[in-house]
């Protein structure tokens, strides 16, 4: 029962993380409620979807590594437009988890 609360609570923390960085990038606005369901829904995704738990955990590694980065260079880049930093630095985030999904599909050598 331990060992299911624990999985329970890691696939909503996955939801609060993925939830931050999906509701800038495809909404306008953010309210509790695109929060709340986003995160169930992605809780959710990550609880049947155990099985790739090696490929989420890396996707959500990238993405907030991404998302520190970003955040770095848009405080030089982007310094006057405020509302429109949020949203490059999570399409950033989540382009970048995407990108990593694709590559585990597409085998080859570069050098």
Not at 38 to 60: K, S
Not at 78 to 101: D, G, W
Request: glycine fraction near 4%; proline fraction near 1%; include cysteine.
């Amino acid at each position: 029962m331990e060992a299911f609360i624990i999985l329970v609570l890691k696939c909503l923390l996955l939801g609060v993380i993925w939830a931050a960085l999906l509701i800038p990038t495809f909404c306008k606005t953010g309210g509790w409620l695109k929060y709340l369901i986003t995160v169930i829904v992605v809780a959710l995704l990550c609880y049947f979807l155990r099985g790739w738990a090696n490929i989420i955990n890396r996707m959500t590694v990238i993405a907030l590594i991404t998302l520190v980065v970003s955040w770095i260079a848009s405080m030089a880049v982007f310094e006057r437009q405020a509302k429109v930093k949020s949203q490059v630095i999570s399409f950033c985030c989540v382009m970048s988890a995407v990108s990593y999904l694709i590559s585990i599909w597409v085998k080859f050598a570069i050098l």
